[in-house]
């Protein structure tokens, strides 16, 4: 008994090894995934009053942006004021490798003439660029961030916009480095530019 046993074991476990052997030699086995990570970022083109404006004409310089719209009351301009503080705390050559952007993604009321004049105001060589809102839903989804429209019936203004408040950075190849809190302050933002100048 004790032999039948041992001798049925033995073409047990030899069955199995060979099932398991033709699965992975006919590729059954599912094979281990690895997840990807989405892309965020990357290339766009939008309008300014000179014209079209695109992501590579930066190329070689670090780019500092932010989407929002002019008639933001509180969070959009706090945002863009620690931007430009942080700027202008470095050297003038540090200053000159760094382009700010300012994204309205409100371009039914934020002109274009009127975006120079209010980004510029912040800091000088900051551009006010907006484009079409069907460009602007696919932009914002590509940087991970959202934008809405909501309607205010006792309000001159008609609507307000729902933003995702972030900052972007992104390096001197064109990628995204790094993502900063509205909330942060000029010095966070000065470190984070820093790093990102050091690294360049």
């Not at 041992?6 to 094979?31: D, E």
């Amino acid at each position: 008994m004790n032999r039948t046993f041992k001798i049925i074991y033995c073409l047990g476990f030899t069955a199995c090894f060979i099932a398991g052997l033709m699965v992975f030699r006919l590729g059954l086995w599912p094979a281990e995934s690895t997840p990807s990570t989405p892309t965020i970022g990357g290339k766009f083109t939008l309008q300014s009053t000179a014209g079209p404006v695109a992501l590579k004409d930066f190329k070689g310089r670090i780019v500092i942006i932010y989407f929002g719209y002019m008639s933001c009351p509180d969070v959009c301009p706090t945002a863009l004021a620690s931007m430009s503080a942080a700027i202008k705390q470095l050297n003038e050559t540090a200053q000159a490798q760094i382009q700010p952007l300012f994204i309205s993604v409100d371009p039914e009321r934020d002109r274009l003439e009127n975006l120079a004049v209010f980004s510029s105001y912040f800091y000088p060589t900051m551009l006010g660029l907006t484009g079409n809102i069907t460009y602007l839903k696919q932009l914002t989804k590509q940087y991970g961030t959202f934008f809405q429209y909501t309607p205010l019936p006792d309000s001159k203004l008609g609507y307000t916009v729902d933003h995702t408040s972030r900052i972007f950075l992104i390096d001197t190849a064109g990628k995204l480095a790094q993502t900063v809190s509205h909330r942060a302050t000029s010095a966070e933002i000065l470190t984070a530019l820093q790093k990102l100048l050091s690294s360049s």
